[in-house]
């Protein structure tokens, strides 16, 4: 089983529509969509859900109006401004706290030190995930709330599940929709992995964030390789790019011309070489895919290495 990642160092630059179409050329493999922060393989990929779970992060605390006695220790310790001293009366006192939830980071504290225990602080639903089948295999994607934290958990959930899917049906690839930029659900996205596949396009932020990314992949050992799609708008930075590809060591697995049938595809709820196979970028993603093939057959092949 190998798993790769397609990841990207800012959004926009066409990650997802890759992935759709690898999917489309790839065999025996399960689709896991871990950009949680804004899913949207599964509007390519229209699945078909079996399993519909929510998915608790982390906790929050919330007052008790009744048994809050207006003391105004939360508001004292609450470091994250998420107290407020606007909830309504009880009998005992005409106005109580109140926890604004968005702002609550859980930490608890005000909970523990609360002197009449009228701070309830439990877990919360964060979002929810899904296991479904799609048109190429299984597919597991989820939905953070919004305003909810803790999309690196998430991701990690995701992967989890497709990797337990992939070893159930003995399936020989996970494929994986990262998240764009360098922050915890990327870090969650790719550690561990076999294989990155960073897609960048010929901008100079493009260019910037490639090169952020590419530290990110390095610090935790994932071979790279670089794909720059839309390469015919800028070729002078194309190249560029490219350069800086070979000076720090990856691999380009390829360029993809800008074309519109990406586009006709997207509305069609298809990718681009189920769509117009005979298109300049259905033809670059063919080639793409047949080099990343070949590095993860290899990589396949490759001896176990013993630690002693």
Known sequence: MQELVVISGKGGTGKTSLVASLAALAERLVLA???????????VLSPEIERREQFSGGSRARIRPGHCSACGKCLELCRFG??????PGNGRVSKTYRIDAIACEGCGVCAYFCPEEAIEFGPVVNGQWFISTTRHGPMVYARLGVAEENSGKLVSLVRREAKRIASER???????????????????SITGADLALVVTEPTPSGLHDLNRV?????????PAWVAVNKCDLNLSLCEEIEGRAAE???SVAGRIRYDSTVTEAQIRALSVVEHRPESAAAEDIRQIWTRLEGVLRERQREPLRVIS
């Open 170 to 188: 003995n399936l020989d690839l996970i494929l994986v929709d990262g998240s764009p930029g360098i922050g915890c659900p990327v870090i969650a």
């Open 214 to 222: 590419v530290k990110l992949t390095r610090h935790f050992g994932i």
């Open 33 to 43: 969509d871990c950009d949680v922060d804004a899913a949207d393989l599964h509007l």
């Open 82 to 87: 998420a107290v407020a001293f606007d909830g």
């Open 248 to 250: 720090q060591g990856l």
